[in-house]
């Protein structure tokens, strides 16, 4: 399965490239797919760091062997950036190759604290912090419904799906503070309480706009 990988909630949307079932045990991860064609935006790293990430994505998001209603989700920022109030959700897809859509989910996340995290905790360095999520409860059936039709659709159609997951955070710049030249985020995911997270990609970085829809980002936020 080619997991696609849309980070900016500004150009969400389903990721190009070769369409393969849904994964069995027997499956490896690809390489991740690249935004960069499409948005102004470089990961950064190399191929090797792309596909090593890939793979870890594929073993802790597989929605065939693990319960995505136990999902987690954290995003790195850079200090000037404050994600805002109802602005953190997750994206899930599934398309046959004809273009008929079977499930097309966006998930608002809620925010936790208290969250223990090695990775997060070696990943946070000067200039950046992080922030944590989860399924919100009255979400929790809709996800289930989810995981049931991926299931159906691996047993009644393989090899005719392809799976899109997604997820931003909708950003605004921190009253009073000078922005850097360039956004950055990193998103992070974990599927149960005793594993840590891993990253969804590298770092994405995004230079200044200071006109069109990416300018967005660098707009300060509105206090009520």
Known sequence: MRICLVLFAAALGACGGSQR????????????????????????????????????VQKSINPLENDLTDLE??????????????????????????????????????????????????EVSEGFYTRTYRLADNDMARMRAV?????????????????????????????????PDAYSLTMYFRTAGEVDFVPMTTEIVMERFEAGPMAEFWRTCQTQ
């Open 21 to 56: 079932d849904l994964p069995g045990p027997e499956d490896t991860a690809e390489p991740l797919a690249s935004i960069e064609d499409s948005l102004p935006v470089r990961f950064s790293g190399d191929d090797a760091e792309h596909e090593a990430v890939a793979m870890d």
């Open 73 to 122: 989700v954290a995003f790195r920022l850079r200090d000037a950036f404050i994600i805002k109030p109802n602005g953190a959700h997750f994206e899930i897809d599934l398309v046959d190759l004809d273009g008929a859509v079977f499930v097309d989910e966006a998930f608002q996340l809620i925010p936790t604290q208290g969250v223990e995290s090695a990775i997060l905790t070696r």
């Open 147 to 179: 995981e049931q039709v991926l299931v159906q659709r691996k047993a009644e159609a393989p090899g005719e799906s392809v799976l899109n997951l997604g997820g931003g955070a909708v950003s605004c710049v921190r009253p009073g503070a000078e922005p």
